[in-house]
């Protein structure tokens, strides 16, 4: 029996040549992102300098950052609940290094802040400020320092940072 043959190899003489039809295109490679109801409300309260959160009646749990749905529950939330903007430190870490691999001789200071009013173990990641990074504990109660008003665009990024609360 006779093997098929798999093919004929292409050459850079085939392409000069025009003997394979080519063609080319610059993709129109845009998107857009819908931070949809639940994140889409709770980023309008940060640029208002509030920090939002969802309830469900269920379980009796207080959400943030906020969902859509009670993932224990399996169901929807039920209200809008705005929180103080005060929160304790669940674990934080400090990095000497950034994100591209510079070293950096005073850290960054990363950390889990259970903003108080909400379900324990619910919390945001945001960076810690104004504070000797050796003074910082778990447990260590801090609050949200804001951007001004009018810098505000919509982001976690409104508040500058938390701080300890003396």
């Not at 000497?96 to 919390?123: F, H, N, Q």
């Amino acid at each position: 029996m006779k093997e098929p043959k798999l093919g004929t190899a292409l050459s850079s003489e085939d392409f000069k040549k025009k003997r394979v039809f080519t063609t080319s295109y610059k993709p129109k490679a845009e998107y857009a992102w819908d931070t949809g109801f639940a994140i889409g409300h709770y980023l309008e309260g940060l640029k208002e300098g509030k920090l939002l959160a969802r309830s469900c009646k269920k379980c009796g749990r207080i959400l943030i950052p906020p969902r859509a749905f009670c993932e224990l529950c399996f169901r929807p939330t039920d209200d809008w609940i705005e929180l103080e903007h005060t929160g304790t430190i669940n674990t934080f870490s400090l990095c000497y290094i950034t994100w591209d691999m510079r070293k950096l001789t005073d850290p960054v200071i990363p950390s889990v802040i259970e903003i108080d009013g909400a379900t324990e173990g619910c919390g945001i990641m945001h960076m810690i400020g104004g504070v000797d990074p050796k003074a910082i504990q778990v447990g260590m109660k801090v609050e949200a320092v804001w951007k001004p008003a009018d810098e505000r665009e919509g982001s976690i990024t409104d508040i500058k940072h938390w701080r300890p609360i003396l």
